[in-house]
């Protein structure tokens, strides 16, 4: 399938430009497939070794192995009807070598002896024929070997055995809940991920994981016959690393946000959806903004893709470096800005932090995609770029004498290469409510839920815009506000960071699109964060007549 | 499996639709083999290959659909694909939008494969490295680049009769050249269906002067200027009015398309007269598979003709809906030019901008088509006819549809590869009076 006939199939809109190649290549296949076992691992490992070994044999002084099953599902609805159901299967096997000090790569979905030895044999050809244009060899950070060992999403209820009728239940009451409440028209999708991966390599290890993470979402139209406008109010769900459990939500996992309830854990679809057809309504009838200087407070579900781009990014080692510089682009913080140990990137409230460990996150998992298991490390810490993100190939750039255990590849075709963890930003540590925040705001704008979103290819310059805005007069949430788009510099924008809500508040956005490479690759990715103050930021109006 | 020739495939999806007992059957197949290298830091970093192959069945009892697909090809294996598509479409609920499987189509032999495309082996590519690197170092810079190549088939048949193959070939060659300092930046992105046509010393080249060029950029002041896009830099606009012209979309009111009451602006002139827009899978510059995926066969459609909306594409489902043709989204997008070169433009230009690319398109507000991104890799400042000085990236904020409006000349289209979605098209250079930039950015 086509990205582009994905996003129209499944009325995805104009946000999700990338897919998991798994899904690309990815074969549909009867729901009760998910559930079966598919190979057991003392027989991935048998495939394992017939990697390792063949590719030992002609030569490679390194090898791991990728052996994974990807499953995905969607259910796709609108209005009051199921536009699609897609099961998908990926099953295959990448082999990664080091011969005459070069990367090489092969993968296939054949997974037979001969096979799985003729793509090993190809993946050490391939780095041969490289070497000769090698300026230096790939030199790896050691690492220990596990033995056999495993680790599991800790998910309360596979959403892969969730009935179907179940699923498309609860998406039609949502959907009928928006419809009821005066919508035009009503998409809903419900996106289902497990990643069922094997690792093996010279090293000694042999991991076998099971990664589950789930998105719902929903886009609510609006339309105004008369004047032909529209407008569109998305879901305030995010995606996470759970299972089913969690379209459950407890009222712990309810937050009363200064203009709505907002969510933390757990996502309540059918109250978000009854809620976005309020304010769908008052978004068509809202004020277009004035653009000038604002004072903005910025909720968790619109500034964890501001901290994805102006952070995230620009801390990846091989941007700096330059690996990315014919695509995603390279980065601002270069090495010079690190090695001086005084480089202010934001203000002293801010503390940046990487981890592949959060639960419920999208990056967690026990070991990375070249066997290294998940830490946690600072990036930013009082306001100062303290440190990157690093890869076994890259750990001794940076003086590490360890990979940060942050690679990744979406599928088992495709190389596994440096890929952002959680970047979070750490909660305020003084006692601190998103009220609080507000009260002592003269001319501002609050901010909820993600929409446009555009930076440069080194992170300073970006432009953001969201889903619903609110205007703050002298310390009180007013009016609703429209046309709003946020453009800032990146080391300006976290210096005018003034305030952030304590960890009470703090909440885990993310996208499951990240896209990087060359062939290009998705990740998915969280970012916690709480409510947080910037001052006078530039706000313009983005309404236009064609 | 290796790939399948038109009779081999034929034969095979034959046998699979014999073991059909659903009211309809159809059978998708495709495989492809292919391989990529990437450089950076001027040396080599990752190359990998990759081959797979893929049966899908659909089978349809009354408005219930079922899909299983399998990439194992013996008897037994095929004949449990079949099997299990119609367990699935038994307990499927029923689909109101379903459209009955299409009868036989005719097709044009589309020109979408070449062999000396298909041969592209490690060596190749690797060699290719080799001669862009040389040209990096040989001036001074720092190359990044990337090549991928691949070839493959796709078929299909179903129980109405219909059979359609097509077998096809494509390479990818794209490159950014960086000052040492990293104060100059450039790039250049081709592709194409045959690899004779790929000149990677050129490319390189052309990537290395953007670079030079553009090392010692001043800062202009953002605003409204005349700019001259090359065609990497128009695509990644133009697709995204391309990528919205759904004639559901626009029936239901929420496109750029709409105008209220359910009608819309089709059959209604929305940009300047010299915009002709088309899709021709014959093209012998950009060409196409001559059918799409459910079957239905790619002709030549005009899209846009001298600035008046003439075609929006359908679904089978909106089409019998609405009683037209449903014409189906094209694979390449040809825009009208004229004879003129860029240094053409650029000697008729007295004040403006001339842009290489641009980059990190995003959708701002779906109605009027306002997109947001950023210059990059090499932006200069134009005055009487010649470029004076390299300047700073800067940020937009612009529809297409206020773009082609405010259009001022066009150049000789020349293809090229979207740096956003991956799409070719054959595109002008243009000339574009009032484009707004709306702030600066540091990058290079």
Known sequence: MKRKEFIRNTSLGMGALFLPKSMLYARHVDPSVFLENKIDVAQKKRMADVALNAARSKGATYTDVRIGRYLNQFVVTREDRVENIVNTESFGIGIRVIANGSWGFAATDNLDTDSIAKTAALAVSIAKENARLLTEPVQLAPQKGYGEVSWKTPIEKNAFEVPMKEKVDLLMSVNDAAMKGGANYMNSLLFLVNEQKYFASTDGSYIDQDVHRIWPTFTITKIDAATGKFETRDALSSPMGMGFEYMNARPEDRIKGLAGTLYKNRYDMLEDARMGAQEIGLKMGAKSVEPGKYDLVIDPTNLFLTIHESTGHPTELDRVLGYEANYAGTSFLTLDKWKSGKFNYGSNLVNIVADKTQPYSLGAVGYDDEGVGTQEWDIIKDGTLVNYQAIRDQAHIIGLDHSQGCCFADSWSDIQFQRMPNISLRPGKVPMTPADIVKNVEKGIYIVGASSYSIDQQRYNFQFSGQLFYEIKNGKIGQMLKDVAYQSNTQEFWNACSAIADKSDYRLGGSFFDGKGQPGQISAVSHGASTTRFNGINVINTARKI | ?444
């Not at chain 2, 494509?170 to 050249?177: G, H, S």
């Not at chain 2, 459609?301 to 600035?307: E, F, P, S």
């Open chain 2, 1 to 444: 499996m290796a790939i399948l020739n038109k009779e081999q495939a034929q034969q095979l999806l034959k046998k699979v639709l014999s073991y059909s007992k659903a009211d309809e059957c159809e059978i998708n197949i495709s495989g492809s083999e292919g391989g990529n290298i990437r450089y950076a830091r001027n040396a080599v970093s990752t190359s990998g290959g990759v081959s797979q192959n893929s049966l899908v069945v659909s089978s349809a009892f009354g408005k219930k659909l079922g899909v299983a697909t399998i990439n194992e090809f013996d008897d037994a294996s095929l004949e449990k694909v079949v099997r299990r598509s119609e367990e699935l479409a038994q307990l499927a609920p029923e689909n109101p939008e379903y459209v009955s499987f299409l009868g036989p189509q005719v097709y044009k032999e589309s020109a979408t494969y070449v062999p000396a495309t298909g041969a592209i082996d490690p060596k190749f590519r690797a060699d290719a490295v080799a001669t862009s690197l040389k040209i990096a170092k040989d001036n001074k810079l720092v190359a990044a680049g990337f090549m991928q190549n691949s070839s493959g088939y796709s078929a299909m048949m179903n129980s109405h009769g219909l059979f359609a193959y097509n077998k096809s070939s494509n390479v990818d060659f794209n490159v950014t050249l960086r000052t040492e300092d990293g104060k100059g930046s450039g790039y250049a992105s081709k592709g194409f269906n045959d690899v004779n046509k790929l000149d990677v010393a050129s490319a390189t080249k052309f990537a290395a002067g953007k670079a030079t060029g553009s090392a010692t950029a001043k800062a202009l002041e953002p605003g409204k200027y005349t700019v001259i896009l090359e065609p990497a830099a128009s695509i990644v606009l133009l697709e995204n009015m391309f990528f919205a012209m759904d004639a559901r979309q626009a029936d239901e009111g929420r496109s750029f398309l709409s105008k209220g009451d359910g009608k819309t602006k089709l059959g209604e002139k929305l940009v300047d007269d010299k915009v002709t827009i088309y899709s021709d899978p014959q093209h012998p510059e950009i060409p196409t598979s001559t059918w799409n995926g459910d079957g239905r066969p790619q002709e030549k459609i005009n899209w846009i003709n001298k600035g008046v909306i003439e075609n929006l594409y359908y679904s089978r489902y909106w089409a019998e809906k609405k009683k037209v043709k449903a014409v189906p989204s094209p694979d390449g997008i040809i825009m009208e030019g004229t004879n003129a070169s860029l240094e053409d433009l650029i000697k008729g230009t007295e004040k403006g901008i001339l842009v290489t690319r641009l980059w990190y398109i995003r959708s701002v507000d779906p109605q009027t088509l306002l997109l947001t991104g950023l210059t990059r890799d090499g932006t200069f400042y134009i005055e009487n006819g010649q470029i004076k000085f390299p300047v700073k990236n800067f940020r937009f904020n612009e529809s297409p549809i206020i773009m082609l409006n405010n259009l001022d000349a066009l150049g000789k289209p020349e293809r090229c590869v979207s740096g956003e979605s991956g799409i070719s098209a054959l595109i002008p250079p243009m000339r574009i009076r009032d484009f707004t930039f709306s702030s600066l950015s540091d990058a290079v």
